[in-house]
Structure formats: structure tokens, C-alpha cells
Nanobody, 124 residues
Framework: QVQLVESGGGLVQAGGSLRLSCVAS????????MGWFRQFPGKEREFVAA????????YYEDSVKGRFTISRDNAPNTVYLQMNSLTHEDTDVYYC?????????????????WGQGTQVTLSS
């Protein structure tokens, strides 16, 4: 089992930045891919970014490319999502996810472990 706890969400103005963090605990000795997803109420959860165990490979959803950066520090088992140039379309609950794999996935069903989510809201 892997437990994930996100932090760093909040209220930010359009054009601003936030950095989300996700700390993994439990069975963290295995190689695992970590990802960020987001979900707006009433809509499906969607892929944002993912990173391989080594941190060498990263993937991004098209709308966040050039604005968001995913990174990880395996000691102490933390993945980050740096979000810049935020827009109102980025208002969502952001979820951290993990799966024990060497393949990076972009689908919700491919991830076995999920955090509780952290809210990101763009102010008017």
C-alpha cells in the first residue's frame, strides 16, 4: 500500500503560480510512476502530468504544457507540480496518484493509489 497526501492548493489570482506537493508513504521502496490529475465538479477526472520513477521521463496534458512542471524527489518520496500562468480553467481539485510501474500512464484506471485531493481556485 502507498498512502499519498497532497498539499499546496489555495486561492490564487489569474496569472499567478502555485506549487502542489504530494508526499508518499508506505510501500515506497518499489519503482512507481506518479501523476497529477484534476477534476471539476460534475466532470470526469482528467490527466495533468506524470513522471517516471527516475524523474527522467515526464508527460503533460496539452493545455498545461509550458505552464506546469512536474518533478519528484525520491528522498523524501515527494512529487511536485509547479503551476505557472494559471487561468480560471485551471480551477479544479487536484489529485496525486501512484502506480507501481515502469510505464507512464495517462488514464485514471491505471493508477492504484490516490490522495484526497487539494483545491485550486482562481479568484475573480
Amino acid at each position: 500500500q502507498v498512502q499519498l497526501v497532497e498539499s499546496g492548493g489555495g486561492l490564487v489570482q489569474a496569472g499567478g503560480s502555485l506549487r502542489l506537493s504530494c508526499v508518499a508513504s508506505g510501500r515506497t521502496g518499489s519503482n512507481y510512476v506518479m501523476g497529477w490529475f484534476r477534476q471539476f465538479p460534475g466532470k470526469e477526472r482528467e490527466f495533468v502530468a506524470a513522471i517516471s520513477w527516475s524523474g527522467v521521463r515526464t508527460y503533460y496534458e496539452d493545455s498545461v504544457k509550458g505552464r506546469f512542471t512536474i518533478s519528484r524527489d525520491n528522498a523524501p518520496n515527494t512529487v511536485y507540480l509547479q503551476m505557472n500562468s494559471l487561468t480560471h480553467e485551471d480551477t479544479d481539485v487536484y489529485y496525486c496518484a501512484a502506480t507501481i510501474s515502469t510505464t507512464i500512464y495517462k488514464t485514471v484506471g491505471s493508477y492504484d493509489y490516490w490522495g484526497q485531493g487539494t483545491q485550486v481556485t482562481l479568484s475573480s
